[in-house]
């Protein structure tokens, strides 16, 4: 008599795991079979029984590696743009080995219902009203020459602003007018100081008789276009180039800076020295621009140099984009959530742009070619300045109450047309490591539709 093997049956999984949160569009938690650790988990998102998208459950969590549950088990993910539904209409489940397991939604679910919810009867965006600096136009500008000055490189590990030794001076130690690093409406000094007291043992001659002073380098980008070439006006490559830096000119990283040299004719004639220097000879232009103040109009005119020696690109460029600052890895504003406005301003029909992903070229590109720019403040739009007199209208969306003067003071330069409003009422403060003034949107689906309104 023969034995028949008998067919082992696999027990169904056993599902553990939690629904963290919801925040702005994003879902995330972890889940998996406590029995196979090893296998395969699924989330699916249903809305009235239509599956509208499936994702594995496999980021890493150690958090809950730390509670004695191997492997990678997280999930988060970001809903698609829904119409309004009720309670009871959406639903998560998980799936592994062809098991489905409901994940409870209780804790989130009225706040997804309120996310997707048709938006409430508002306002339109408001019109910044509150500046923050001056705008004036600066009637001229000119430079003088200076014999025996002194420079102060940057202090190693200090902000320039809190430096208070760094800058261009004379021989008696007081600083130069024109080289002065100043903002604002009271046009505050940036770090430096207005007398030093000069060790003249301890500092080292320039190896050429005559430099024209560039002022500081600066490798913020927006601060780059200007701040550090305010003084492009007068630097026609004749005399060699000081420029305050670190790390030294030659050795920069930052390709936009190289490459806006390079445009510049002052590539190759660009200088910083590491050690206090004594230069026999300087010409120091005034800047043309000073941020959050005044600017004139040589300012304009050496952009527009440096900006037609940029090429334009064969392929075609977006007739609507929005400038997105939600792959931003660090900076100083910061805004949680914009990446559920980039999928709502894709819905309506703009080309999603993040400007830290671009090069230069493709950056003046989108300015010349584009019919409407919309996008929170930020440096991205100082690119005007190379494109000045574009058609490209532009919404800029402050993420406070006021409006810096920077933007003004391009506009006043460069032309065309500018509308700024705020969003502050759809934002609250946090804290963030990666950002020196963090924001998190409220709702960025209704702020989505708030935005595209004033963009129609």
């Avoid at 001229?140 to 001076?169: C, M, Q, R």
């Avoid at 032309?415 to 609250?428: N, P, R, V, W």
């Amino acid at each position: 008599m023969f034995s028949r093997k008998r067919k082992t049956v696999e027990p169904p999984p056993v599902f553990i795991g939690s629904l963290d949160g919801f925040a702005n569009g994003r879902l995330h938690g972890w889940i998996c079979d406590f029995l196979h650790q090893t296998d395969s988990t699924y989330v699916e998102v249903h809305l009235r029984g239509t599956m509208l998208m499936r994702v594995p459950a496999d980021l890493a969590r150690h958090d809950v590696n730390a509670i004695g549950v191997a492997g990678d088990h997280g999930y988060c993910f970001l809903l698609p743009a829904l119409p309004p539904f009720d309670r009871g209409e959406l639903s998560l489940v998980a799936e592994c080995r062809g098991v489905l397991h409901p994940i409870d939604l209780d804790a989130v679910e009225d706040q997804v219902v309120a996310f997707f919810s048709s938006p409430p009867e508002s306002a339109p965006l408001d019109r910044c009203q509150l500046l923050w600096g001056a705008n004036q136009a600066r009637e001229a500008v000119s430079f003088k020459i200076y014999e025996d000055a002194i420079y102060l490189p940057f202090t190693a590990g200090k902000f320039l602003d809190h430096d208070p030794l760094w800058g261009l001076y004379s021989a008696d130690g007081h600083l130069i007018p024109e080289a002065a690093y100043r903002r604002g409406g009271d046009l505050t000094l940036v770090g430096q100081s207005e007398r030093i007291d000069v060790e003249h043992d301890a500092i080292d001659a320039a190896p050429f008789d005559t430099m024209v002073y560039g002022g500081p380098l600066l490798a913020h980008y927006g601060h780059f276009l200007l701040t550090t070439l305010a003084r492009c006006w007068a630097l026609d490559g004749s005399h060699p180039v000081l420029f305050h830096s670190s790390p030294p000119v030659q050795h920069h990283e930052a390709g936009f800076i190289i490459e806006l040299l390079r445009c510049a004719g002052l590539d190759q004639r660009s200088y910083s020295f590491a050690r206090p220097t004594r230069l026999r000879r300087v010409i120091v232009p005034e800047p043309a621009l000073y941020e959050q103040h005044s600017i004139g109009a040589h300012y304009a005119t050496a952009m527009t140099a440096i900006g037609r020696t940029i090429p334009s690109l064969p392929s075609p460029s977006p007739k609507k984009v929005y400038l997105s600052k939600s792959r931003l890895s660090s900076g100083v504003n910061g805004l949680d959530g914009e990446y559920f406005i980039d999928l709502k301003m894709r819905q309506a029909g703009f080309e999603v742009v993040h400007p830290e992903r671009l090069g230069l070229a493709e950056q003046v590109n989108l300015f010349r070619k584009a019919e409407l720019i919309v996008g929170t403040a930020g440096s991205a739009f100082h690119t005007l300045a190379l494109t000045p007199h574009t058609q490209a209208r532009r919404i800029v969306l402050s993420l406070e109450h006021f409006l810096n003067t920077n933007f003004l003071l391009i506009d006043r330069a460069c032309g065309g047309t500018s509308d700024y409003f705020t969003i502050k009422d759809a934002l609250f403060p946090s804290e963030s490591e990666r950002f020196a003034m963090n924001h998190v949107v409220r709702n960025a689906n209704h702020l989505a539709d708030r935005i595209i309104a004033v963009a129609s």
